[in-house]
């Protein structure tokens, strides 16, 4: 290839003996065996065994006694086989090895910090030396996965005619339910630009511009706290299109989402993917994004308890139990009380029937031949019950499904789920304000016919945002838009803004609007989501080359940093509490 080395590591094969190669790569391990020694070079295709021989070569034996783990050497020699005793079959070179005539020394390392090959490095150590830990397996995998699915969707998506086009970072703020990252300008103290939360109105212009079918790999900010399956910063497959229905739109998506399997090589589910209602998906599993890879769905019993003589189900708005395939102790019950309430429940009542049938429930006496009959459950179940308003049952229920269907082992890690949930409704109570707000975003349109509701009945209002779920992850939400001016200002209205504050935050996009805006619609697929569920990994860091950690910071550049004060009076801001 060039001087530094003919081939790669991983390529030697039988077929290569008797030739003079020259290889270079990191020095994995090193072993001395009496007079002969062996080196396990590597680099991102595999390993390969280099043989120092002193006879052969006393230069290089000379400089093999000097290398240490994580050296960088160049070496040169010939590819002989292997004795048959001391192939390899773990390794794709295995068959054979270079016997050196020249070992070049090309990098030193210092000591490491951890062993390469120790898989129980503590995360913020792998993060504060994320170059090492970029050096093994698992993040040679899941960077090199991630490239070959980003690639498949770009092919995917040229394939259906869209175009890629760049849109802002720094703009003004998006609503899509976080908080945004401000970012202040030095010519213009004072005033703000916020980092994009997505491209929305960028995309939706495109269409008011013509351009009728758009997307990008968008990176998007939010400032909201980091989970497992959030990062402040984080790329979407963003699109959307002109003319479309919301089929038209789930239709692109699926493409996309085959695509990738096949990509990977891996069998794609098959299309259409099915669909869910978010009314259906919220009363059987108590969640909008479902885990639908086992069972244990959510009953409703609220017709039945209205005449209870156990006051709280007759007292509640909704009662609803699920029925768990085991019987738990006592204690276990206390346990799962206690999570019940971390939910908000005020209690979880529960009936227990042994697995000889026997019946162990505090609240059984209170219940009639009718309720006791509703709630029969198999030998060796116990019954779990929430009752409150509704969307406290659906969350502790759903919560308590998740938490037994791991905990029980219920989920079927074989399957991949993929599904769309749809008709979400328009808007729900601000938990805050008791306002009404957006599900989505309030760029989204209502269910054909539900324009009326906007005004008369907010609540009972359904949207055309659709969710594609995998596996209980939301992998990314769109919706058919509205491309009414009149609609979009309603719209506001219901959701408590006064015509001047819609004016002054999204006054220009009202105005597009009203320019022959076509019906338009799209989506946002979350990439690391996507790619963390191809890779088995459990959170977005593992498939991240440089995340920040659960407090926000990145322990590799140590940054988030304090200013200096010439920068900030530059940007005209004084701080409240001074830097320690
Ligand atoms: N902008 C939305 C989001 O980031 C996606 C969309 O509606 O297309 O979730």
Known sequence: MNRWRDLYCGDLRPDDVGRSVAVAGWVGRRRDHGGLIFIDLRDHTGVLQLVVNPERSPEAAAAAHAIRSEFVVRASGEVVARAPDAVNTNIATGGVEVQVDELEVVARSEPLPFQLDDDNVEEPLRLRYRYLDLRRDRMQRNLRLSATVIRAIRDSMEEQGFIDIWTP?????????????????????????????????????????????????????RDE???????????????????????????????????????LGRTPPSRPLPRLSYAEAMLRYGSDKPDTRFGLEIQ???????????????????????????????????????????????????????????????????????????????????????????????????ALRSELGQRLGLIDQDRNDLLWVIDFPLFLPDEDTGNWTFVHHPFTSPLDGHEDLIERDPGGALSQHYDLIWNGWELGSGSIRIHRQDVQERVFRAMGMTDEEAQAKFGWFLEALQMGAPPHGG????????VALFAGEATLREIIAFPKTASGSDPLTGAPA??????LSELGIRLQTPPA
């Open 523 to 530: 989506f946002a697929l979350g990439i690391e989501r996507f």
């Open 562 to 567: 304090p200013a200096t004060q010439e920068r």
């Open 169 to 221: 970072t720094m703009t003004l703020g998006t609503p899509e339910g976080a908080r945004d990252f401000l970012v202040p300008v030095r010519l213009q103290p004072g005033n703000f630009f916020a980092l994009a939360q997505s491209p929305q109105l960028f995309k939706q212009t495109f269409m008011i511009g013509g351009l009728d079918r758009y997307y990008q790999i968008a990176t998007c900010w």
């Open 300 to 398: 409703d019993a609220t017709d039945i308890t209205r005449d209870s003589e156990f006051g709280v189900f007759k007292n509640a708005e909704r009662v609803r139990f699920l029925v768990a395939p085991a019987v738990f102790s006592r204690a276990e019950l206390q346990r799962l009380e206690e999570f019940a309430k971390e939910w908000g429940a005020k209690g979880l009542a529960y009936i227990v029937v042994e697995e000889s049938g026997e019946v162990r429930s505090p609240i059984a006496k209170f219940l009639s031949a009718d309720e006791l009959a509703a709630f029969a459950a198999a030998p060796g179940s116990t019954v779990l019950f929430a009752a409150d308003t509704q969307p406290m049952v659906e969350r502790v229920l759903g």
């Open 225 to 263: 706290d980091l989970r497992a399956d959030r990062q402040f910063e984080f790329r979407q497959l963003d699109l959307e299109l002109a003319f479309p229905t919301r089929e038209d739109v789930m239709d692109v998506l699926e493409r996309v989402v085959v695509a990738s399997f096949e990509a």
